[in-house]
T-cell receptor, first 111, second 114 residues
């Protein structure tokens, strides 16, 4: 079974708008990671946030983590057509360090 | 730095046949993962190795799937016999350590079972 569940399943926005994706999970985690997958290409790591962190930034990406609510969000600011992709959260559990992916959010950015 | 190498890129087989996938992780990476990604879904962890030991294989269908990581470097994933529902992309990934660092993914092997 998959640990993380992303919301929404699909998101369509105009270029220049912000995109927000959410991830909820069920068990205690060591860290949570976000990945991007373009059509026909491999998964690329975007950002890692540890369980004792609440927010991280990387360029146009902002990730928040709320361990009390077992949820995370990924914000992409000033989106571009090139941001069109599927975005997955992956949770790494405590102890065993299994890395489990959610079902993903499909983002469409219209030029 | 060379990335994670996988072969073959594509494979078409008939049901009940056997198939093997190969993965060469990034040099020095102790952790190696095999994921199955069915179209429209997220990657599903099949097996996770730490060096040449298995960390988790709870979702590996052991009656037909097997994997090994000889000498803690290269890895092979085998399916014998294949079923139609095994049609998917098989992704190999590696990371420097177990879970605390980013994973690097190969391009995957797209398997079609007919």
């Amino acid at each position: 079974s998959q640990q993380g569940e992303e919301d929404p399943q699909a998101l369509s926005i105009q270029e220049g708008e912000n995109a927000t994706m959410n991830c909820s999970y069920k068990t205690s985690i060591n860290n949570l990671q976000w990945y991007r997958q373009n059509s026909g290409r491999g998964l690329v790591h975007l950002i890692l946030i540890r369980s004792n962190e609440r927010e991280k930034h990387s360029g146009r990406l902002r990730v928040t983590l709320d361990t009390s609510k077992k949820s995370s969000s990924l914000l992409i600011t000033a989106s571009r057509a090139a941001d069109t992709a599927s975005y997955f959260c992956a949770t790494v559990n405590t102890g065993g360090f299994k890395t489990i992916f959610g079902a993903g959010t499909r983002l469409f950015v219209k030029a | 730095e060379a990335g994670v190498a996988q072969s073959p890129r594509y494979k078409i087989i008939e049901k009940r046949q056997s198939v093997a996938f190969w993965c060469n992780p990034i040099s020095g990476h102790a952790t190696l993962y095999w994921y199955q990604q069915i179209l429209g879904q997220g990657p599903k962890l099949l097996i996770q190795f730490q060096n040449n030991g298995v960390v988790d294989d709870s979702q590996l269908p052991k009656d037909r799937f097997s994997a090994e990581r000889l000498k803690g470097v290269d890895s092979t994933l085998k399916i014998q016999p294949a079923k139609l529902e095994d049609s998917a992309v098989y992704l190999c990934a590696s990371s420097l350590t177990q879970g605390n660092t980013e994973a690097f993914f190969g391009q995957g092997t797209r398997l079609t079972v007919v």
